[in-house]
């Protein structure tokens, strides 16, 4: 069954735009975050950790967790019910949520869902690398009981939103970094004797956020080539002594047609050979 769901997904991305209406990114994406996002507003790292990567850690677990489906119309999202048969893997999970999405929301393929939700699942695991990389720096600030208060108050400062933010991206030269600490140094009154400290520590912090950040984003990228690969090759296999057309016409005949293709006067099955003979041109430009 999982081999046969990851074929189907990928042959979706040949099937011809004409047979479904346009595709409605807003409503893919609200299908899919019901599935990847829940709790997003609270936990800027759960599309990584629900549908990007294990390494990103496990989604916390709360009474109050609401996914984004609560308030809406439930005709564009993966209900409470049906997330229970959700994998806990989080690259099966993203597999699941593309199929059962895709079912919702009509004229979208595939690729719609590669080239519009795949960035929004880095980001979140950007910010996953960024906020672990902060945590660790924190922890180690506080083991220095005397100088906790001086750190803490000038790291705040220094991550501000208007300033360098939380992933040190507006400080990535030196001279902006340098400005922004002058001034979070002054504001904190009291703090002379441990600026130098503190400096090396944020300085550190910074280069390591900014490096981690690429590397995280190089991960995703070669980990997202690699997937795209495998599926190729299933797709390629399948089209091996015309299998993918002759399961295509036995599941329309078994699922779509009055008779399933049983009665040959009626023309079932060359009607099914017709709706499944976008396949046939998937497996000619697979060759």
């Given at each position: 069954?999982?081999?046969?769901?990851?074929?189907?997904?990928?042959?979706?991305?040949?099937?011809?735009?004409?047979?479904?209406?346009?595709?409605?990114?807003?409503?893919?994406?609200?299908?899919?975050?019901?599935?990847?996002?829940?709790?997003?507003?609270?936990?800027?790292?759960?599309?990584?950790?629900?549908?990007?990567?294990?390494?990103?850690?496990?989604?916390?677990?709360?009474?109050?967790?609401?996914?984004?489906?609560?308030?809406?119309?439930?005709?564009?999202?993966?209900?409470?019910?049906?997330?229970?048969?959700?994998?806990?893997?989080?690259?099966?999970?993203?597999?699941?949520?593309?199929?059962?999405?895709?079912?919702?929301?009509?004229?979208?393929?595939?690729?719609?869902?590669?080239?519009?939700?795949?960035?929004?699942?880095?980001?979140?695991?950007?910010?996953?690398?960024?906020?672990?990389?902060?945590?660790?720096?924190?922890?180690?600030?506080?083991?220095?009981?005397?100088?906790?208060?001086?750190?803490?108050?000038?790291?705040?400062?220094?991550?501000?939103?208007?300033?360098?933010?939380?992933?040190?991206?507006?400080?990535?030269?030196?001279?902006?970094?340098?400005?922004?600490?002058?001034?979070?140094g002054v504001a904190s009154a009291g703090c002379d004797s441990f600026l130098a400290e503190i400096r090396t520590n944020l300085t550190s912090a910074r280069n390591s956020a900014v490096a981690n950040a690429d590397k995280i984003l190089q991960?995703?990228?070669?980990?997202?080539?690699?997937a795209r690969e495998q599926r190729l090759a299933s797709s390629q296999n399948s089209c091996k002594n015309n299998k993918a057309v002759t399961d295509c016409v036995s599941r329309v005949c078994k699922n779509n047609m009055p008779n399933q293709?049983?009665?040959?006067?009626?023309?079932?099955?060359?009607?099914?050979?017709?709706?499944?003979?976008?396949?046939?041109?998937?497996?000619?430009?697979?060759?």
């Amino acid at each position: 069954m999982k081999t046969r769901a990851l074929f189907f997904s990928s042959l979706l991305l040949f099937a011809p735009t004409f047979v479904y209406g346009a595709c409605s990114v807003a409503n893919l994406t609200r299908c899919l975050d019901s599935v990847c996002a829940i709790n997003i507003g609270a936990n800027p790292a759960a599309r990584c950790q629900y549908c990007g990567s294990a390494s990103a850690g496990t989604p916390e677990k709360s009474t109050a967790m609401k996914s984004v489906s609560a308030g809406t119309s439930t005709k564009y999202i993966i209900s409470d019910k049906e997330l229970k048969k959700a994998p806990k893997d989080p690259g099966q999970r993203y597999v699941w949520a593309t199929e059962e999405c895709l079912k919702k929301v009509s004229g979208c393929t595939a690729d719609d869902v590669t080239d519009n939700y795949d960035s929004l699942i880095e980001q979140s695991c950007t910010a996953a690398g960024i906020s672990a990389e902060m945590s660790n720096l924190t922890a180690k600030m506080n083991k220095e009981k005397t100088k906790t208060e001086c750190s803490n108050e000038i790291e705040t400062c220094m991550i501000a939103n208007n300033r360098c933010t939380a992933g040190y991206n507006k400080c990535e030269s030196d001279a902006d970094f340098d400005k922004y600490f002058s001034e979070c140094g002054v504001a904190s009154a009291g703090c002379d004797s441990f600026l130098a400290e503190i400096r090396t520590n944020l300085t550190s912090a910074r280069n390591s956020a900014v490096a981690n950040a690429d590397k995280i984003l190089q991960k995703i990228v070669n980990a997202y080539k690699t997937a795209r690969e495998q599926r190729l090759a299933s797709s390629q296999n399948s089209c091996k002594n015309n299998k993918a057309v002759t399961d295509c016409v036995s599941r329309v005949c078994k699922n779509n047609m009055p008779n399933q293709c049983k009665v040959k006067s009626e023309g079932e099955e060359s009607i099914a050979m017709e709706l499944c003979k976008f396949y046939e041109i998937a497996c000619q430009r697979l060759k």
